[in-house]
């Protein structure tokens, strides 16, 4: 679906920007959507003292535009491609890629606004590993591989992978965003946030059992989204009680990395291991995130949960309406699945969409209205929106 989008949004924006981390598969979709443009990666240093030290030589080397990769580490490039699309006026013409999403987004808002569409690309989702039969075969193998590429195409063993990740890629990014001085301090921290996936953010409870200030860990987690590594998915704003929570929740995008942090070693241990639920619901609240970014669109994902416990794991805004969603690891449906589904649905009256359970069984059911999706079909349930690998089925 991402390939579309960039395709129809070169066909009204003079640049198009694909942001995302670190290897996951930006570069290989720009070069294979944009084939027929040249292609510069920045991070090569004899391109990149090129463009910044001459500008408007470096784009004139391209008269039809360019494919510009890691186009954040040349930040006084911005200004020169503002004028360079301004001029010549067509769609299309460059695209941008940047795993530092504060960098890329700086340039962009502060000289290129209006200019640029942005599409974060995230790993695969696993409608696309279905499509090619790369699929893992249990939840437990897709909870600890992740959907990070290279995993997958090169049939990578995921120990080893996300290791050498958190070191060369991770740790390269946050010493290039802020002055980390005790990189083991840092480490510390990213485990202790891997450990918090899919719960309420406690920033200074995060802080003190790191033994760094809040303000330095607020700091860090800014790092971590920036790189898109954790997300942030706030509470729903509208008031359906006066005892809301109103700190966000915390999710990796890739629980395959959120695994490894936690010491995970194979996928046998998800069987029984505390976390299991909460890599679950990382990875289900990763997959609606997908289906919204690759077609260029802003996360519509919420939560609801008030002071006395009561809470629906995700909502879904549509417009007026406020689809909700409960997810659970188990692999038998039993009635509490939806007690916090019928509490909201009391509350929500007519704001509510109608509500759904995503469980890790593999059975699909309906029950009093109730619609229940396995995991491995959530990429066939319109709670993914429209678009290939969805359906506008109950």
Known sequence: MAE???????????????????QSGKTTLARKVFAEKPYVSLEDLDQRE??????????AQFPDGAVLDEAQRCPGLFSYLQTRVDRDGRAGLFVLTGSQQFHLLDGVTQTLAGRVALVPLLPFSLAELQAVNRAPGSLEELLHSGLYPPIHDRRLDPGIWYGNYVATYVERDVRQMINVRDLGTFQRF??????????????????????????????????????????????????????LVKTPKLYFL???????????????????????????????????LKARYSRGLASNLYFWRDRSGHEVDVLI????????????????????????????????????????????GDQRQTRQGYHVVPWKELPRSDLLGPGPGATDEA
């Open 4 to 22: 579309e989008t960039l395709r129809r949004l070169a066909k009204g924006y003079p640049i198009v920007a694909i942001t995302g981390p670190r």
């Open 50 to 59: 090129f463009a910044a030290e001459d500008p408007r030589g470096f784009l």
């Open 190 to 243: 990213v485990r202790m946030c891997a450990a918090r996936t899919g719960q309420l953010l406690n920033l200074s409870g995060l802080a003190n059992d790191c033994g760094i200030s809040h303000t330095t860990a607020r700091a860090w987690l800014s790092v971590l989204e920036a790189s898109y590594i954790v997300h942030l998915m706030p509470p729903h704003h509208r008031n359906f009680s006066k005892r």
């Open 254 to 288: 890739d629980p395959g990395l959120a695994a490894w942090l936690l010491g995970i070693q194979h996928a046998g241990q998800l069987l029984i291991h505390p976390q299991r639920g909460a890599l679950f619901e990382t990875w289900v609240v990763s997959e609606l």
């Open 317 to 360: 805004e549509q417009g007026d309406t406020l689809v909700p969603v409960e997810i659970k690891a188990g692999q038998t449906v039993t009635r509490d699945y939806f007690r916090g589904l019928e509490k909201w649905l009391q509350i929500a009256g007519n704001s509510a969409g109608r509500p759904w359970v995503v469980y890790a």
